[in-house]
Structures are given as structure tokens and as C-alpha cells.
């Protein structure tokens, strides 16, 4: 049986027995078949020594962070020995029109012309996509979860002090605070947020929020040196609130260690299970102030302290954002 495979991921052709030597055993039905990688298959995230043809197929598992890549700092060492191209200039070999920006390659941006001959340390725009527009640029929540009227968008790593982050392309990690915690402690008055080159330990606190005479620690998600704060949140707060995994972020960081780092946080799986047994304990808190009937009356909704300032500012901070 050799069916033609979806273009994306690593395709497989099938046949019965145990096949060639760079087959792949495996039992599909109670039956023995043999697995061949499909080497033409397209990679979802396609490493740019794949994309410039010095291998065949390399997917990408470093989030395009080239500089902390294990695979990219073994092929350095091959072309230093000169057992293979560089990708680079496997890259300068193509026609003028073909020579695509390594950013276009990596699908971070849109088709672009590569105008320095792969000089990328003298490349302008490669310094301004890096320092300033991946910096600075929002993140986006599109599929996201309705957990009991709490928002959770999938593809981001959640703390258990109500803080995400969420990896993008190049490395960075960009952290905010989560929709249920803005909407339970509602709409801050300022935040406290680190400066840029301040170092961050993971579970420990990291900034500041800020509400009348009411403040709170918020404990940092992850390790790491801060790359670019959100200096709109400073102007306009109330973006936290309504757009907290959007244009609410707090700041980016760099880590040098982005799988270990994230391991500590929650995924998308597990972090569903966990915001609803957030949502049944406030649920409770609500039920124990104010009666049984109390959450069917508004309290969960945009500002649960706002509502219901008798559960008290620092018993929810406490059992909440962990401070």
C-alpha cells in the first residue's frame, strides 16, 4: 500500500514485511509493515539548512533560535572542517531572484529578497526585525478556550501564579498575566514592571501590580534577562484587561535554555484541567461571602474584586498569583 501523504510533516510510504534498510518497523492491524520516511515531504517548521539544501530534511525543534541550537552548532563545525557548504553559501549559489531573506526561509515574514549576500550582521533589516519588531509586536491568541467565562488560548505555557509565556519564532518569550487573573483582581491602576537587562528567576517575583491602595507581587513564569517592555501598558493598563495575551503583554525575555525553561509551565493540556479547578475554588470563595446563588449574580464576570471586595484583596493575591 503507498498512498500519497499530507505535504506537511514527515511523510511515509507503507509496505508489507520488514523492508530496506532505511525503513522503519512498525505493526498497523496486527501486521508487520515497513515505514519509509518520505523524504520530499515538506517539514512544518523547516530548518534553514533544509531550506537552503544542504540537507534533506531537517525540521526545525529550536524555535528558529539558531544561536542556542545544538543541530546548527554541529553543522557550523562540519563547515569548518570543510566536510560540508554552509547555508549560506549553499544559498549564494541560487539565481539573484531565488536568494530569499533567511527571515522568509524560516517563515517568519512574507517572501523577501535576501540584499546583502547573506551578510546578515550588516543587514539593517535584519537588526530592526530582531531588536525592534519581534520585540515590540503583539503575539496572537487565535484558538482560544472559554473555561466558565475565563479565556485560555491555546499555544501559550501557563505558571500556577496566573502568568503566561509563550515562545516566539527566534527564541524570545514574551509573559503576561492571564484573563483570569485580571478579571479577579480587575483593572489595574499601574504595573511594576522590571527594566530592560534586569534578570528574572522563575517563581519568584518579578513585578508589580498596582490597584487604589492595593498592591501585589506577581511571581515571574520563567528564567531570564528581559529583552523589551511593554511600554504601552505603563500608558494604558486597562490593555491587560482587554487584550491580556494580545497586546497586553508585559515584557520579552531571553533565556539560554527555552525547552528547560518551558518544561516548568503548563501546556496547553494540562493547563485546561488546572483553570478549571481555579475557577471551582473561586467559585467557592464567591459562595462562602456572598451565598450559594452568588456566582449565578455577576461576581464572575469582568472584576471579581470590584464586586465582592469581602473576599478580600490579599486572600485572593494569596491563593491565586501564589504571593
Known amino acids: 500500500m503507498t498512498e500519497k501523504r499530507d505535504k506537511i510533516g514527515y511523510g511515509s510510504s507503507y509496505e508489507k514485511g520488514k523492508g530496506s534498510i532505511d525503513s522503519i518497523g512498525a505493526v498497523f492491524g496486527g501486521q508487520t509493515w515497513a515505514v519509509k520516511p518520505d523524504k520530499k515531504a515538506q517539514a512544518k517548521t523547516p530548518c534553514i539548512w533544509m531550506q537552503a539544501g544542504v540537507v534533506e530534511f531537517k525540521g ?25 557548504l554552509s547555508w549560506q553559501n549553499a544559498l549564494r549559489r541560487r539565481p539573484a531572484l531565488d536568494r530569499i531573506c533567511r527571515h522568509s526561509l524560516t517563515n517568519r515574514i512574507a517572501k523577501r529578497a535576501c540584499a546583502y549576500d547573506y551578510e ?12 525592534v519588531y519581534t520585540a515590540k509586536s503583539k503575539t496572537s491568541a487565535d484558538d482560544v478556550q472559554n473555561i466558565k467565562g475565563f479565556e485560555l488560548p491555546m499555544g501559550f505555557y501557563f505558571h500556577n501564579g496566573h502568568t503566561w509565556a509563550r515562545i516566539e519564532s527566534g527564541g524570545a518569550i514574551r509573559v503576561g498575566m492571564d484573563d483570569f487573573a485580571m478579571k479577579v483582581l480587575g483593572q489595574a491602576d499601574a504595573f511594576d514592571l522590571p527594566l530592560m537587562g534586569k534578570v528574572l528567576d522563575a517563581g519568584k517575583a518579578g513585578w508589580g501590580l498596582k490597584r487604589k491602595d492595593n498592591t501585589a507581587d506577581v511571581l515571574s513564569p520563567v528564567n531570564g534577562i528581559i529583552m523589551e517592555v511593554n511600554t504601552s501598558v505603563n500608558e494604558n493598563p486597562e490593555i491587560t484587561n482587554s487584550e491580556p495575551y494580545e497586546g497586553g503583554w508585559l515584557f520579552t525575555l531571553h533565556t539560554n535554555d527555552i525547552k528547560g525553561t518551558m518544561k516548568m509551565l503548563m501546556d496547553e493540556k494540562n493547563s485546561i484541567a488546572w483553570l478549571t479547578d481555579e475557577v471551582d475554588t473561586l467559585e467557592k470563595m464567591v459562595e462562602e461571602t456572598a451565598g450559594p446563588a452568588a456566582t449565578d449574580g455577576g461576581y464572575l464576570s469582568q472584576d471579581v474584586f470590584g464586586n465582592l471586595p469581602e473576599l478580600g484583596w490579599n486572600n485572593l493575591t494569596k491563593t491565586f498569583l501564589k504571593s
Open 60 to 84: 526545525c525543534n529550536n524555535f528558529y533560535d539558531c544561536t542556542n541550537c545544538k543541530y546548527d552548532q554541529g553543522m557550523l563545525k562540519n563547515v569548518a572542517k570543510g566536510k560540508t
Open 120 to 131: 546578515c550582521g550588516s543587514c539593517d533589516f535584519d537588526q530592526y526585525f530582531e531588536e
